[in-house]
């Protein structure tokens, strides 16, 4: 009978190792809640032994961010449904599809029938749920509304998966691009050039320059594909620890808002995220300066959160959002002036997710006109540096033949 090794919780969250004998996987994840264990990692224990392509390696394997977004969206569904919470988390555990949400749900369960609240338990596992979650979360249950919270969430996560998703796919052509023209240049110096060079040495003739030069590159590509890791791998440290300096981290961040699109491209994207996750948490019925305080934490630019956080005083000390915005802050001048619409109209709930409707479809624009402008100028160059190859090889076969007819 085939051998299981398994990672799981406990009834109390305590951490479980070992491993399991059953006919399958399913049959090894009902053996272990049976025991009430709640697995949320299981594999075969053979599966080391096979060969790498013989190996499931990306079964069920999904981010983090992917796996939270479900969960939210399920439990949001469970929960609008009018199913109480014990019995919604509960069902997650025994039927979600992915062994991560069952464990996480499982977990939850225990905190919450040992007599936690849902945000506290939430709060236990930072590295899942961030700050803002757990606010609107607990902004629910203060208002008794944690079905619709949770379908703001959902709607949320959905939305960052989108554009990430967005931006990954219009990457994806460049890339097989990039990939073609080093093959093909693979192909010209690996096997076209050395095929010619053998016939000026019968000929007693000297080889081209440049054909010498891509012999040279042949016969040393070892070294140089050394050489080049080697000083990647210096840079990137350099520049890592670099960046690990808050000073110079700083001056970077604010040095990438300054480049032309680059920068706009990062403030649309940073205030997207910041207005999306304010709104949320403004619906969900946090106060404005909590909940301010929360959604700075989505902010990932330095010199824009720390312009956030002299906002927040400013806010603290009875200024109106878009004032201290517009005085600390780089935020587009549209979305401030969105901001002090919506404050004005007392709707700065549904004007700041306008906002982000608005910054988000024009960060995709951007993207558009990007990758719209980058895959021509690629494909230019690409054609010259292996256009440019090729003729060195064609003048080098006129000049073989010359050889041939004398």
């Known amino acids: 009978m085939p051998t299981f090794r398994y990672r799981a919780y406990g009834a109390r969250g305590e951490f479980r190792a070992g491993s399991i004998e059953a006919a399958t996987l399913d049959a090894a994840a009902d053996m272990l809640w049976a025991q009430g264990l709640t697995p949320f990692q299981m594999r075969s224990a053979d599966q080391s032994a096979k060969p790498w392509w013989q190996r499931e390696l990306f079964s069920g394997q999904r981010s983090l961010a992917a796996d939270l977004a479900f969960f939210t969206r399920e439990f949001a569904t469970l929960s609008t449904a009018e199913i109480p919470l014990d019995d919604s988390l509960r069902i997650l555990s025994e039927q979600a599809t992915s062994l991560r949400i069952r464990a996480l749900a499982g977990s939850l369960l225990a905190d919450i029938l040992n007599g936690s609240t849902l945000s506290d338990a939430m ?86 320059g440049f054909i010498r030069f891509l012999m040279m590159l042949r016969s040393q590509w070892l070294e140089i594909v050394v050489g080049l890791i080697l000083t990647a791998a210096v840079t990137f440290a350099a520049i890592t620890a670099a960046l690990k300096r808050p000073k110079v981290r700083l001056a970077f961040d604010r040095l990438k808002l300054k480049l032309p699109i680059l920068g706009a491209f990062i403030r649309q994207h940073e205030t997207a995220r910041f207005a999306r996750t304010l709104s949320t948490l403004l619906k969900a ?98 054609a010259s540096l292996v256009g440019g190859l090729i003729m060195a090889v064609m003048g080098a076969i006129s000049n073989i033949s010359e050889l041939v007819v004398r």
């Open 123 to 208: 709060r236990r596992q930072p590295r899942i749920f961030s700050a803002d979650y757990v606010s609107v979360v607990r902004a629910g249950e203060i208002g008794g509304t944690v079905g619709q919270v949770l379908e703001e969430l959902a709607d949320l996560l959905e939305r960052r998966l989108e554009i990430k998703g967005k931006i990954q796919s219009a990457l994806v052509y460049p890339m097989i691009l990039l990939a073609l023209s080093i093959l093909s240049l693979g192909v010209i110096i690996g096997v076209l050039v050395p095929s010619i060079a053998p016939i000026f040495a019968d000929g007693a003739k000297p080889l081209p």
């Open 285 to 382: 019925g946090v106060p404005l300066l909590q909940a301010a305080t929360s959604a700075r934490t989505v902010v990932g630019n330095r010199h824009l959160g720390d312009g956030l956080d002299v906002a927040i005083d400013t806010i603290r000390e009875g200024a109106a959002l878009h004032r201290a915005l517009q005085a600390a802050t780089m935020l587009p001048p549209m979305a401030l002036r969105m901001i002090s619409v919506g404050e004005e109209a007392r709707k700065l709930d549904r004007m700041l997710w306008r906002v982000a409707v608005t910054l988000e479809q024009q960060t995709q624009h951007s993207v558009d006109r990007f990758m719209a402008a980058l895959t021509p100028l690629l494909t230019i160059m690409i």
